[in-house]
């Protein structure tokens, strides 16, 4: 749907050049995007529109949930894939998590590369699987771990590039 389309486009790389200065996604865009798409879809394509619209909402929601309550993603990446859902409805949604998943691992890689933290995580990917081998045997004792890097990217980067490919690659 072209109208969507541009909306969401404009939205994302907007959140995108905003989230990469502040890191933060602020709530005074996405609602109004989510409320837009609601009514959007529902103009459009009446009451099956809207219900995947709100379809969409709830998935983007349902997919960020768990890594928003381990703290791995901010509450506002969860916010913006709901907006995309909203926008754009289930479909559209899951496939611009998968792609924005992969493009956020693309990118976590590079910036662990670039800032030399690749070492430490591949000790920690070691020291991991030594301490599931001795937890498989029964070993208390648990290997020392490095520190966490404290590198933090943010992730509406990701969530553009994946909406961008997911629009690309299903046509």
Not at 71 to 86: P, S, W
Request: glycine share 14%; proline share 4%.
């Amino acid at each position: 749907m072209q109208v969507t389309f541009a909306i969401t486009t404009v939205l994302t790389a907007g959140i995108s050049l905003y989230d990469l200065k502040t890191r933060r996604i602020p709530n005074a865009v996405i609602f109004p995007a989510i409320l837009a798409g609601l009514c959007i879809k529902a103009y459009l394509e009446g009451r099956a529109g809207f219900l995947d619209s709100l379809g969409g909402l709830l998935l983007g929601g349902f997919l960020l949930f768990i890594p928003f309550v381990l703290h791995l993603i901010g509450a506002g990446d969860l916010k913006m894939l709901a907006a995309i859902g909203a926008l754009n409805g289930i479909h559209l949604t899951l496939y611009t998590f998968l792609y924005g998943a992969i493009a956020g691992g693309i990118i976590a890689v590079g910036i662990l590369f670039f800032s030399g933290q690749w070492k430490n995580v591949l000790w920690n990917v070691y020291f991991f699987f030594l301490d599931l081998k001795g937890a498989a045997r029964g070993d208390t004792e648990r290997p020392p771990l490095f520190a966490a890097s404290g590198i933090r990217f943010p992730y509406g980067i990701s969530f553009f590039l994946g909406y961008l490919a997911a629009n690309y690659l299903m046509g």
